[in-house]
């Protein structure tokens, strides 16, 4: 669907069963998206570091309608998720199991895995509530 | 260089709005298109072959080029289209007709907005397909409505906006729509019973707190205000138009700083300053509402209240024509006139100003365009009958 940029080792991390986010090696600032240069220091170097996949909602939408293909039937719930350990960059991934009640605030723990979506397994996060 | 906003520079001269059932259209979209640009010339008794420029936004299709033989048009001199796949986009349209019109690089040009299904496809799956990345897929987001639900429980449980506010603002749009002949509600208020019961599509939003779509196409001319005088209609000035986005904002893979706002704090803070005018100097208002919470949060960015008195402001009796103090989309809005990604916000703009509108405000002089909030880029624009 789309190809990879600035964030392909996201990608090939995710892949191996790792959570890797950039950090400016200028000014050490927590980038997300990825981006190729910082635009707060202008380096053009960005470390991949490994982080820890636990975070709390930010929010989240449990999904009613029919949106997505005949893979991911509703209802299923989406998260967004803080880090706090990597700048509180957000990032997105569904809820296991589906049926489980999140709120705002609530710790999650992560786990690389995959989302099939449009007959394809997406490298994706999948979170559960933390306790 | 003095503004050409303030002196009045800029006119819209006719208006066009062909709006069909989804998957109902009579003709292919290129053709519905040509039919509301003939009806905004006609309009304004300017010929058809006098056009020469277009703008849309919104990941319009229909390339101007293509529209010259059938409008027997001469030359086309400007040619232009706002970045976004959303209706973030719709006002800064009209400011980049303005540009075009204000720098002698064309004199007739027409905003124009078509969709029609059986070309286009359905308009959220055009619109998220303009961001789709795998971070989004692999998080089961593939709609609009997702993603607008997520900023939407944030306003409702980190900023405490009510609840009922959103149901006050969609009962506004079928309030006016009901009254509107033209609109897909005529004649339907909404059963306040049925929205609270009807089923969820992505929580907290139910089915009506979405915009469904239509088939259709709008087009506005835009010319000089002083070849707008010399025209048939009384010719309705563009007082301000502010477009984008400012630090924190944009296609952010849901890490914007503002996240529960619809973005347009900054935008609005320029449209203000630009015009000289104030939220209370605005006497209705036509404002994008993809989904109920977003038009809430358009509302609160424009400074027209804020968290802390919104469930004051937001209420029925404040919103409707001709009584409250600031009529609310008053053909029905998206939700209940139709939606064609929309353009049917400007061209109610235009109407009210003339004293046009099913639910008029009667001696309205000011009126507030806001485009699709929560868009990476947005606009609005203010439209008023003196300047």
Redesign the interface.
């Known amino acids: 669907?789309?190809s990879p940029g600035a964030?392909l080792p996201y990608?090939t991390a995710l892949a191996q069963g790792v959570l890797k986010l950039p950090r400016c090696g200028g000014c050490s600032r927590w980038q997300?998206?990825a981006v190729w240069r910082c635009g707060e220091c202008s380096s053009w170097e960005q470390e991949w570091q490994q982080v820890e996949p636990r975070g709390t909602v930010?929010?989240?939408?449990?999904?009613?309608?029919p949106?997505?293909s005949e893979d991911?039937p509703p209802?299923?719930v989406?998260?967004?998720v803080e880090l706090p350990q990597a700048g509180k960059?957000?990032?997105?991934?569904?809820l296991d199991p589906a049926e489980a009640k999140p709120w705002?605030g609530a710790a999650v723990v992560g786990a690389p895995g995959?989302?099939r979506?449009?007959g394809?397994d997406?490298?994706?996060?999948r979170w559960r509530l933390d306790g | 260089m003095a503004s050409p906003f303030a002196s009045g520079g800029i006119a819209v001269a006719g208006i066009g709005l062909r709006q069909y059932k989804r998957g109902q259209a009579p003709l292919p979209e290129r053709g519905v298109l040509v039919r509301a640009i003939c009806d905004a010339c006609a309009d304004a008794g300017l010929p058809t072959t006098e056009i020469d420029g277009f703008v849309s936004y919104g990941d319009d299709r229909n390339e101007p080029v293509r529209l010259m033989p059938d409008l027997g048009m001469r030359e086309l001199c400007w040619s232009g289209a706002v970045w976004g796949g959303g209706g973030g986009g719709i006002a800064a349209a009209f400011g980049q007709a303005a540009a075009a019109i204000a720098s002698g690089q064309a004199t007739a040009v027409i905003v124009f907005r078509a969709l029609v299904q059986s070309d286009s496809g359905r308009l959220s799956g055009a619109v998220m397909q303009h961001h789709?990345?795998?971070?989004?897929?692999?998080?089961?987001?593939?709609?609009p409505?997702?993603l607008c639900?997520?900023?939407a429980?944030?306003m409702f449980?980190?900023h405490s906006v009510p609840l009922s506010t959103v149901e006050e603002l969609v009962r506004v749009s079928y309030h006016h729509g009901a009254r509107n002949p033209q609109a897909t509600s005529y004649g339907h208020e909404l059963d306040v019973e049925a929205y609270r019961s009807a089923?969820?599509?992505?929580?907290?939003f139910r089915l009506y707190d979405c915009s469904r779509e239509n088939d259709g196409a709008g087009a506005l001319l835009l010319v000089s205000a002083d070849r707008a005088r010399d025209l048939r209609r009384k010719p309705v000035y563009l007082l301000g138009v502010a477009q984008g986005t400012a630090r924190g904002w944009g296609?952010?893979?849901?890490?914007d700083e503002d996240?529960a706002s619809a973005g347009f704090r900054p935008v609005a803070e320029r449209l203000w300053q630009q015009s000289g005018l104030k939220p209370e100097d605005i006497e209705v208002a036509q404002v994008y509402e993809n989904f109920s919470a977003q038009g809430v949060a358009s509302l609160i960015d424009h400074g027209f209240c804020t968290y802390e008195n919104v469930a004051e402001f937001v209420r029925f009796d404040n919103l409707i024509a001709p009584s409250g103090k600031l009529p609310l989309n008053t053909a029905g809005g998206n939700f209940a006139e139709g939606f064609v990604h929309g353009i049917g916000l400007a061209v109610e703009a235009v109407r009210q100003l003339r004293g046009e509108s099913s639910n008029p405000v009667p001696g309205a002089k000011t009126c507030l365009l806001a485009g699709g909030p929560g868009a990476p880029t947005v606009s609005s624009a203010i439209f008023g009958t003196e300047y």
Do not use: K
């Open positions: 669907m789309s964030d990608w997300w998206p930010y929010s989240w939408t449990r999904t009613c309608h949106f997505a991911l209802p299923y989406t998260l967004l960059i957000r990032l997105l991934g569904l705002i995959a989302t979506i449009g394809r997406i490298p994706a996060l | 789709l990345n795998d971070h989004l897929l692999g998080a089961g987001l593939v709609a409505a997702q639900a997520l900023r429980r944030r449980e980190c089923r969820w599509i992505a929580e907290p296609d952010l893979l849901e890490n996240y």
